[in-house]
């Protein structure tokens, strides 16, 4: 299973229409996570012709983005991985262990808010679940390039996790 992860897109004001480093990561998904900040539903129509999409509901979405399907976290099996998504995960200090006490059945939690991309393994944090953020492909603040994410995922395991820039 390949996934595409995306967040904190900021349609229109940073995100006037897909980008041509996003859609070249989407063309090999199987499946698409956007952990919020969406901002206008017509951004999960784009990703949607792509492969099916799961989505967050960030701090700046509203009812459109709701009624597209957006809920306040997310939890699934993706190729027998258990995966958790919320926007905001909260401070930096501790996020870990508060992702697995909020998640506690996830092998993975993808979060975004930030729009700083991150990927902290389980066995670099002492707590058993991987924590991932793919940055923001349209809004950097601070960052060198945009950023999307990129797993892939086989027999309940994560084989590759990777933050991809973006132009």
Not at 108 to 121: A, C, E, K, R, T
Not at 154 to 161: C, H, N, P
Request: glycine share 10%.
């Amino acid at each position: 299973m390949r996934v595409a992860v995306v967040s904190d897109t900021h349609a229109p004001r940073h995100w006037k229409g897909l980008p041509p480093g996003v859609a070249a990561v989407l063309a090999d998904a199987d499946l698409v996570l956007h952990a919020g900040d969406v901002c206008v539903p017509s951004v999960l129509d784009e990703l949607a012709a792509f492969a099916p999409v799961h989505v967050v509901a960030g701090n700046n979405d509203g009812p459109e983005v709701a009624a597209w399907g957006a809920t306040p976290t997310w939890e699934g099996e993706v190729g027998g991985l258990r995966v958790a998504m919320i926007h905001d995960s909260g401070p930096a200090a501790g996020r870990p262990a508060r992702m697995h006490r909020r998640f506690p059945t996830a092998d993975l939690v993808v979060f975004g808010h930030s729009h700083i991309p991150m990927d902290v393994p389980a066995e670099s944090s002492g707590v058993p679940v991987r924590i991932f953020n793919p940055g923001s492909p349209t809004d950097r603040r601070r960052q060198p390039h945009g950023t999307v994410g990129w797993l892939e995922i086989a027999d309940g395991r994560l084989v590759t996790a990777r933050i991809v820039p973006v132009t």
